[in-house]
Every structure is written in structure tokens, then in C-alpha cells.
């Protein structure tokens, strides 16, 4: 039992500080914003999402999280002006979305996001606001641009850590709670049409040095770079097959890539698979209820070659979405997929 406590504590440690520093997101692709904050008022209307994620499901003391996303655009006016126009039902899989489809009005953006995610007795919360500006490039291509900034805490409890010597010079010295907080910004680029999309991000931008152990040891927050790209592909009037790949890559790490594919029913049911090379695989399964309300859950399954692979009993995730401003009633994005 010491042996496991003082395996899980490294093992925790190095996950969180050294590899792990933002969390995970299975449904990335169901919420790019909460990556690249270029998608800010990217679509219509304001746009909320709230997700919990419980990663590896029966071993104590391993990830969760909660996050909180709004984003909404500014004056964006659509070439669809009353209800009369062509489009409205918005079946994103039919012929008329393409031929329909236009590039971006010049407009602005706004929003903001949270997170709090935490391991065993280190707990992150993350908060941000964030701004985009949309433009068209020609009549089918559209740039965004867009950039967040705010603050990230990092906390130590030192209460939940059990360790067979309690002198150890690494937290030994710690008591209670220590905190520290941190400036934190985030920019990216977003290219997209009606057939493709090309995005570049970057977050924890601003290195900073952990000194949260109350020793000489120190940590550093070291930024994230993300590079996703897309394809909608139509199979029939109905149909359409997605598929995307997110590259991502911190210094001293090896590249981490998830390649998703998606299959969308009109603009009311989808389900996908996401595979994180290496890694393991999830399934997922999301429903537009009504221009307002979409739901959608992930499960993942752990590659049992992997060191946590035949301990957990998977991650489950669940992400709730609000559509507010709807004025065009659009049943599922048009801009993002």
C-alpha cells in the first residue's frame, strides 16, 4: 500500500505538471472554441456550452472536469434577411446549403470561457475572455482571427496527499492549501468554407515558472499549440461523412494527433469516433433537439498497452449546448461543424 501511494503521487505529479497541463476534450470537435478562440462569434447567434468530463473512471484520484464556453458576434448581419429567405431550414447535408452558402460579413466577436480541472490533490481553474473578427476572403472562403486572455490558478492540496514519509523534500514542507496565479493568453487563426476548415491555436502562451512546492523544485506552465483541419464531405441529401485530424504539439512531448470522423443526419442527429493515436478511442452521439437545445456524450476507451490502460473503467463526457438570438433558427451550425 506505500508502494502504491508513493507510485500514485509520482505518477500524478508527473501527469499533471510535466504532460497534462490543459484538459483533454473528446468532443473538441462539437466545440472548437474552447481550443482556438478564432472561432469567437464565428455563427449567428450566441452559442453556450457547458461539459463535464470524468476521465478514468475508477482509479482514484484521476481527472475531472468542468467548463463553461459563451460566444456571441456583434452586428453580424447574414445574407438571409427575414424569414422568407432562402435557406432558412438550413440542412447544412443538402445541395442548396453549398450553392446557398457565402462567405462571412466583416463582423466581431465576443466571449468568454472557465474551466476547472482537477487531479488528486492539484486543482487548475482557468478563466478567459476572448475576441475574434470574421471577414470574408472571396465569395466561399472566410479568415477569423482571434485571441483570449485571463488567468489560470494552480492549486496544491496538501491534506489529500498520503505518502509514507511525511518529511519528503519535494511537499513535505507544504501545509494546507498553496496557490498560485498566473496571467494566461491564447490566439489563433481559423480558415473555413462550406467544404473545409483550417485552424492554428495556441494556448498558455505566457511560460511561467511553479514554484508551488515550497522547495526547490519547480514546474513550468509551457505553451500548447493546436493545428486542425477539416473536410464535409456529402454522401446524399441527408448524409454527410466529416472527417478532421487535430495535431498537437508541447516541447519535450511527443506530437499528439486525434483523428475524428463524424457522420451527420441533416441537422438533427450525428455520432462519431475520435481516435488519439497511441492512446485510445471514443465513441460519441449527439442530437439538435431544436435551434435551441443540443446534447451530446462521449465514452472513452483507454489503450490497454498504455500504463492506466487496464486500471480505468473509461471517461465519460458529456456536453450540454444553448443556442440564444436564434433569429434565423438555425437547427445546427453553418460556419463550424
Known sequence: MK???FFSLFLLYSVILHAQQRPHYSQYILN???INPAITGI????DIKMSMRNQWVGIPGMPKTVYLTAHTP???KDYRENITSLGM????????FTETYTAAAPHHGIGISAFNYSTGYINRINAMATYGYHMGLS???SLGGGFGAGFSQVAINRSQIVIENPNDPLIGALTGIKRKLKPDLSAGLYLYSSKYFLGISGQQLIPAKLDITDTSYQTSLIPHLFATAGTRIRLNEYISFLPSVMFRYIKNLPLTVDYNFKLQYINFLW???NVRRGDGISTMLGVNFNSTLNVSYAYDMTASKTLLGPLNKGTHELVLGFVLNNRYNDM???KVW
Do not use: F, M, Q, T
Open 89 to 96: 431550414k438550413n440542412n447544412p447535408i443538402g445541395y442548396d
Open 43 to 46: 455563427e449567428n447567434y450566441a
Open 271 to 273: 455520432a462519431g469516433v
Open 139 to 141: 465569395e466561399k472562403w
Open 74 to 76: 456583434l452586428n453580424k
Open 3 to 5: 508502494y502504491y501511494s
Open 32 to 34: 472548437n472554441y474552447i
Open 332 to 334: 445546427s451550425p453553418r
